[in-house]
């Protein structure tokens, strides 16, 4: 079973950046994919970046250009630096990760942008 711990949320004004780090642990098994998506109040949650263990990775148009998502395999850590905030990525934040175990969610970490 995979533990995901996220940090790094928090208030930030619009334009600023914020980074979060989500760090998996708890398993043997290989981890695929690593992602984040997030979930605005009365929201479905939706994809913000995913990163695979080759180095692919997939962009939401919404973040393309402003996101940044990297990965340190050897920790299994996942990385989401975010640049030029705007009040609509005010979410909650969730990373996830995919292995041969099954897909596993973090607890969630709050991303409020104010304007």
């Known amino acids: 079973q995979v533990q995901l711990v996220e940090s790094g949320g928090g208030l930030v004004q619009s334009g600023g950046s914020l980074r979060l780090s989500c760090a998996a642990s708890?398993?043997?098994?290989?981890?695929?994919?690593m992602g984040w998506y997030r979930q605005a109040p009365g929201k479905q949650r939706l994809l913000v970046a995913t990163?695979?263990?080759?180095?692919?990775?997939n962009y939401a148009d919404s973040v393309n250009g402003r996101f940044t998502i990297s990965r340190d395999n050897a920790k299994n850590t996942v990385f989401l630096q975010m640049n030029s905030l705007k009040p609509e990525d005010t979410a909650v934040y969730y990373c996830?990760?995919?292995?041969?175990?099954?897909?596993?969610w973090g607890q969630g970490t709050q991303v409020t942008v104010s304007s």
């Open positions: 996830n990760a995919l292995n041969g175990e099954g897909l596993y």
């Open positions: 708890g398993t043997s098994f290989r981890i695929f994919r």
């Open positions: 990163m695979t263990s080759g180095g692919s990775i």
